[in-house]
């Protein structure tokens, strides 16, 4: 399964935005990025997902680079509820459509808000 | 609300003690999964059940046994438990199609 690369953490201020990189230099063709979070004591939650093309929720924006190596989850301006720990995971479309789909989370990348 | 609802919350068993911890969701699933995740760690995965009657081994099966009870239920058992085990205990599912993994709140377990 191709792999993903995210930084251990990073801090940004409260309401400023936050770019929080994720490498996969292995991705494959059929492979969608996904980004989840998760809060303190919860379980993980979906953020966003993309192919090829950048998109935006209501959470955030991903943007994908063209040679889809990399891709950069945008908080746009950051609260204190987003403190949290991100997931950067790569989903095999192939896999997905099957059913028989194995979600690997790695460590993430632990954000900090500074008030 | 829809969701996963994992029971219970807590537990703390005594080492060689069995127990089951229970899943359920309400979104008319297909997939359901079962996690577990230390301190400081990912999620790794334990089992998990691609449709109802099937059930597979993930990452870190030994010790563990489940069970696909129907469609909306997915029971995780410890026959005998051991320190090693304790852990914080997470049941997610998902649709057929490339939709998110929606997860539980999750089970603390401690054995001692």
């Known amino acids: 399964d191709a792999k993903t690369t995210q930084p251990n953490s990073m801090e940004s201020n409260e309401e400023e935005p936050v770019h929080l990189p994720c490498n996969h230099s292995?991705?494959?063709?059929?492979?969608?990025i996904h980004w989840y979070r998760q809060l303190p004591s919860q379980g993980p939650e979906y953020v966003i997902h993309?192919?090829?093309s950048n998109v935006n929720n209501r959470m955030a924006s991903l943007a994908i680079a063209e040679d889809r190596k990399s891709s950069t989850l945008i908080l746009h301006r950051a609260t204190l509820r987003d403190a949290a720990v991100y997931y950067c995971?790569?989903?095999?479309?192939?896999?997905?459509?099957?059913?028989?789909?194995?979600?690997?989370f790695g460590t993430g990348t632990r954000l900090t808000i500074i008030p | 609300n829809a969701g996963v609802t994992q029971t219970p919350k807590f537990q703390v068993l005594k080492t060689g003690q069995s127990m089951t911890l229970q899943c359920a969701q309400d979104?008319?699933?297909?997939?359901m999964y079962w996690y577990r995740q230390d301190p400081g760690m990912g999620l790794r995965l334990i089992y998990y059940?691609?449709?109802?009657?099937?059930?597979d081994k993930g990452e870190v099966p030994n010790g563990y046994n489940v069970s696909r009870l129907n469609k909306r239920e997915f029971s995780l058992r410890l026959e005998s438990a051991a320190p090693s085990q304790t852990s914080v205990y997470f049941c997610?599912?998902?649709?057929?199609?490339?939709?998110?993994?929606?997860f539980g709140s999750g089970t603390r377990l401690t054995v001692v």
């Open positions: 997610a599912s998902r649709g057929l199609t490339g939709s998110g993994y929606t």
């Open positions: 292995t991705i494959s063709g059929t492979d969608y």
């Open positions: 995971i790569l989903r095999d479309l192939l896999n997905t459509n099957f059913g028989n789909e194995k979600l690997t």
């Open positions: 979104m008319n699933h297909n997939s």
């Open positions: 993309g192919l090829t």
């Open positions: 059940s691609a449709s109802e009657g099937t059930t």
